[in-house]
């Protein structure tokens, strides 16, 4: 079997996978275009229901208030360190299958990129919620993809099925956080790790 390509999961809701992202394409952008791009999202009720019919369980684990309020004081200290101006988002009612699969489908009409630069800036550097269709469908008006596509994309079956085959690629993978970068059997998690994963992509053993 082949091996797969280095690779790195990424999601929407975590500020460390957003910071990451502009570590990844603001100073190793050959790299960021060398790598298969991942996205990493709670499954919905539906969704949980079809992964354990397939006995795949995803290693989701509530947060305390304690880690909550040191994330919060951390996040703001790694942001600063970068120069980066963000908000911090409020969702009334998460529903992280709305942007995750929205990027799918944007992924499928060529503007996947595209699609996490404005959702990024969105959700972390305007305070949006991501969970609602009518903000995936601006998004999709700002890259010039289908908004009724990317707004719709949470009920569409054809791409809830690669949504499906998305969270069994991270259940293979082990992945159990964001950022989660992969190199070959080398496996880095975390913001901090990414120059090691940029330091293992450069090296001559990988093709």
Known sequence: ?????????????SPYSWMAYRDLVDHHPL????IEWLPFWEP???????????????PYVPMSKEKHLYILQDV??????????MVWPVDPAPRWEVSHLAYLAAERLGAGREFIAETYRTRWERGEDISQPDTMRKIGETIGADPEALAGAHADPQIR?????????????????????????????G?????????RLQSPKVS
């Open 1 to 13: 079997m082949a091996r797969r390509a280095p690779r790195w999961y990424f999601s929407f809701r």
């Open 31 to 34: 790299e960021a275009e060398r």
């Open 44 to 58: 919905d009720l539906p969704a949980q229901d079809e992964l354990e019919r397939s006995n795949i369980r995803l």
């Open 76 to 85: 703001r200290r790694l942001a600063r360190a970068r120069d980066l101006e």
């Open 161 to 189: 099925e690669l949504g499906m085959a998305a969270l069994g690629s991270l259940h293979r993978d082990g992945v159990f956080g964001v950022p989660f970068f992969i190199c070959g059997f080398d496996k880095y998690w």
């Open 191 to 199: 913001v901090d790790r990414l120059p090691d994963f940029v330091q």
